[in-house]
């Protein structure tokens, strides 16, 4: 099996506004001074180290409560892809600020999807971190807010907050409590740490300017009481900080330099840029500050990729679990037989900029096709079987044919198929009375049996259901494709073929896309509306016998029919293979 190698980052000489700022900042020595203590912590913690040798630091920050899917590997492959192309590093951060329960299942999966798409967080995957050791961080950060008067404590209620926000146009109230001296801010602030109040009672904010034309600065919420236990901290806390507190901390600690995140965000950046500001004015961090830049997610057609939607279909049993081959998470994408060369190759190609846009689900399967079409050896399957006798065969013969592995690799070489007088050819490569244009088998006619001979269809019988149930034909003896005389016969029709007697049965699995619909659940119908029925299909094909021992995650293209993978439930002997694309796009029409 072609190993699922990195390849260098295609096409890493297409610029964007990314690499521009990136370049921009390493051309002006930017982050060139910074120190890096080896390890996360704020500005003194690192003063006294050597410089960082890191050029750049990326981070790639998923919350850890759910599957990876195809949007979070453009995340990956920008953050990842970024750092390695500029010889910085990219930190694998856990984002676990939420006092919720962790599943493992997701934190191993999560770990093993990035190194599935070819990356490492350092050189000995060091910059594995969780957002949640740096809660005494944190913590000592809003003390000194508050001691500097920029955080006081809020006890209005979350109704009467929302009430004096203010509008887009509208200027919001200053709260009553907001000029509480600092000494009672503190008091309440390290009440609210030692679960003295029950949740909702208090509110830590950043005191910014409730008059802001933007409606995150007006003050905005920075810890919460959550009388909740943490899976990594247990019972310590009763606070938890606000995502929007907490991800720039956990920038700034990790020397990120370049945070980039999706536009959603873009209207957080001016509290980002104040609140780090404020800490290294504090002399808590070190400069320069980490920066934010903002850039379009990726949304796909046909499918959905809420954590919310992706959930509901496994647990309501839609499909079978998370790592499905028709789901869009990583996982499913991995047994579908996409491939990590594919997925990178669709993040460069839909590039990043700075408004959402659709991508259709087709540029995902035409990169996925492109890296098949290298990578996959080539073998013959018969999905949809019918019996061809050759009655002029003489009995018991069985010749080898020899078909290439590759067409375009010759070094490849090929393999031997064996042929004898009763073949599985394809049920549409015959029809009794041929529509115009139709070179294939019917009464009369000569086609090739590709790598084989040229045989002359002389009748066929039908079933008691009334299906051609055994086509008959002749063969050509000097005819064969490879031997001297095999121009001479000319025929217009091109078939694949297998020795039934040698053809060994498998189940294989036709997937295909998730959803019938471009957009699902819009216009009114649910998203499970919109769930495509036909997008598995279980049959019994026909393969050749080079394919009996395939192993698992062994992918091939099946000529005439797509690209395949061997599934991860098959018995040694008896592969299944999964279907992972056609060779062409059949949706283009619909
Ligand atoms: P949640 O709603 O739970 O926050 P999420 O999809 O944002 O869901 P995270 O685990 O927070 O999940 O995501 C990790 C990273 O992946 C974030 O930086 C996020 O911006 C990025 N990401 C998520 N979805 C996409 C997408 N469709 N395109 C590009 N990046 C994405
Ligand atoms: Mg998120």
Known sequence: MPNDTKTPSEGAHITNFIRQAIEKDLAAGKYAQRKWGGEPGPGPKHAGAATDSAKIRTRFPPEPNGYLHIGHAKSICLNF???????????????DTNPEKEEQEYVDSILEAVHWLGYHWGGKDENLYHASD???????????????????????????????????TEAGLESPYRSRPVAENLKLFREMRDGTHPDGAHILRAKIDMASPNINMRDPAIYRIKNAEHHRTGDKWHIYPMYTYAHPIEDALENITHSLCTLEFEDQRPFYDWLLEKLASFGLLQRPLPQQIEFSRLNLTYTVMSKRFL?????????????????????????????????????????????????????????MREHLNDVAPRRIAVLDPLKLVIDNWPKGRVDECLAP??????????????????????????????????????????????????????????????????VHCDYVEDSKSGTPGADQHKVKGVIHWLSAAQAHQCEVRLYDRLFRMVHPGTGGRGFLDDLNPDAKKTIAAYLEPALKDAKAGERFQFERHGYFVVDRDSRPGAPTFNRTVTLRDSWLKV
Not at 87 to 94: A, P
Not at 151 to 168: F, I
């Open 134 to 168: 740096y809660f005494d961080w944190m913590y000592q950060f809003a003390e000194a807010l508050i001691e500097h008067g920029d955080a006081y404590v809020d006890s209005q209620t979350a109704d009467e907050m929302r009430a004096t926000r203010g509008s887009l």
């Open 405 to 470: 592995n590759h067409p375009q690799k010759p070094e490849w070489a090929k393999r031997s198929l064996p042929i004898s007088g009763e073949l599985w050819i394809e049920r549409e490569d015959f029809m009794e009375v041929p529509t115009k244009g139709y070179f294939r088998l019917f009464p009369g006619n000569s086609v090739r049996l590709k790598y084989g001979y040229v045989v002359r269809c002389t009748g066929y019988s039908k079933g008691a259901d009334g299906r051609v149930s055994e």
């Open 81 to 95: 892809g970024l750092a390695e192309q500029y010889g910085g590093v990219c930190h694998m951060r856990f984002d």
């Open 311 to 367: 959930k509901q279909l496994v647990d309501e049993k839609h499909v079978d679990g998370w790592d499905d081959p028709r789901m869009p998470t990583l996982v499913g994408c991995r047994r579908r037989g996409f491939t990590p060369e594919g997925f990178r190759m669709l993040v460069e190609r839909v590039g990043v900029s700075k408004s959402d846009s659709w991508i259709d689900y087709s540029v995902l399967e035409d990169c």
